[in-house]
């Protein structure tokens, strides 16, 4: 299959890679970079458990072309923590107790950044909306949103 080679900054290191020119960014970062921390539910753009900021907008990883990326910085869950010092959402997730397994945990922090960076944390309702791509099978929803609420607000 034809493959292209693609430069674009992960998490702030300057990455270049050769793909498969179908490979997704979700396959891109999980299989040629080794960081597993965005996951991978559905693969078609439903769950939202690979949930990233690519040019500081959020995307599903899992529908993006790699190859669509030449010169894009993509942030992932990763990339969000200084040092030891976690991000206050993920913090706050902590102190929410706003997960369970822990499956779609890194989709709903990476959308939950948009979601604060976006100004979009007036209401519960309107966090609720924001982040009504992240699916949680265990049901963790009131706990997210306090959670989006708590560091947004
Ligand atoms: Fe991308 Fe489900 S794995 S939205």
Wanted: glycine letters at 12%; one cysteine or more; charged letters at 20%.
């Amino acid at each position: 299959a034809p493959t292209s080679r693609v430069s674009l900054t992960v998490n702030g290191t300057l990455r270049t890679v050769t793909v498969d020119n179908r490979t997704s960014l979700l396959d891109l970062l999980r299989e040629h970079l080794g960081l597993t921390g965005s996951k991978k539910g559905c693969d078609a753009g439903a769950c939202g458990a690979c949930t990233v900021l690519v040019d500081g907008q959020r995307h599903n990883a899992c529908l993006t072309l790699a190859v669509r990326l030449e010169g894009a910085e993509v942030t992932t869950i990763e990339g969000l923590a200084d040092g030891d010092r976690l991000h206050p959402l993920q913090q706050a997730f902590i102190d929410e107790d706003a997960f369970q397994c822990g499956y779609c945990t890194p989709g709903q922090i990476m959308s939950g950044v948009a979601c604060i960076q976006e100004g979009h944390t007036g209401s519960p309702e309107e966090i609720r909306e924001w982040m009504s791509g992240n699916i949680c099978r265990c049901g963790c929803y009131v706990k997210i949103v306090r959670a989006v609420e708590k560091t947004g607000g």
